[in-house]
């Protein structure tokens, strides 16, 4: 029996924006990829440094940068194909929306105003008189989805499986197990494997979901497991 679902959580980086990695965009911008960002990333991906300590070693390459530049850097990002008329259907059949993004506040408090979201929780950078100071909060860890879970079903009188969760890459899998649809978009097999559905982009997404929403009749065109 397919789930009704009531809300839905999506991913940023990668899912809504073209731009995989917030982290390693701001470093090609500034030129300090491939001297810092690079490193610090293989690093965490080997296991040689925990997702905190990748984070404060990213925004100390950063440190001094004004924030004003920073802001305009993010505002060029754009969104990928079919975003803003996703969450507007969505949001049009009374599904609550939810952004949650192991990227930063930078960009996702800007989405999340723009393409109205009902809640939103992403990381943040530390500033002092308008410009980096080294510091970062790390609010959603790389694997640490899940714990937003709770708070979002108590805050809108949800079930877990009354939510889909929609992204495309490895940080997004832990959520994929917890909610009632787990959709990838754009996403490596290993990550395909562990959704229900899979989809290519954002405009065969509402299709998909339609059936799954509530009074939905849509025609699947995605693939289902």
């Not at 599904?95 to 939103?120: H, I, K, N, P, Y």
């Amino acid at each position: 029996m397919k789930p009704r679902i009531k809300g839905v959580i999506f991913d940023l980086d990668g899912t809504l924006t073209p731009v995989t990695s917030i982290w390693q965009y701001i470093h090609e911008c500034l030129g300090t990829w491939e001297t810092y960002g690079r490193k610090h990333l293989e690093d965490f991906l080997a296991g040689r440094i925990d997702y905190e300590e990748f984070a404060r070693r990213d925004v100390g390459a950063w440190r001094g940068v004004p924030k004003s530049y920073l802001e305009e850097l993010v505002s060029r990002i754009p969104y990928r194909k079919g975003a803003k008329e996703l969450i507007a259907a969505l949001k049009e059949r009374g599904v609550r929306t939810f952004l949650l993004s192991s990227g930063l506040d930078l960009l996702a408090s800007r989405v999340a105003e723009e393409l109205g979201f009902d809640c939103w929780v992403a990381n943040g950078l530390g500033f002092t008189r308008g410009r980096v100071d080294g510091r970062v909060f790390i609010r959603v860890p790389w694997h640490g989805k899940p714990q937003h879970l709770p708070s979002f079903c108590s805050r809108f009188n949800l079930r877990p499986e009354e939510l889909a969760a929609v992204g495309d890459s490895c940080g997004d899998v832990p959520l994929f197990g917890q909610v009632g649809l787990a959709v990838a978009i754009s996403a490596p097999p290993e990550v395909r494997e562990q959704a229900h559905v899979q989809v290519e982009d954002l405009e065969a997404l509402l299709p998909v979901m339609a059936s799954f929403l509530p009074d939905g009749e849509g025609v699947e065109s995605g693939s289902w497991r």
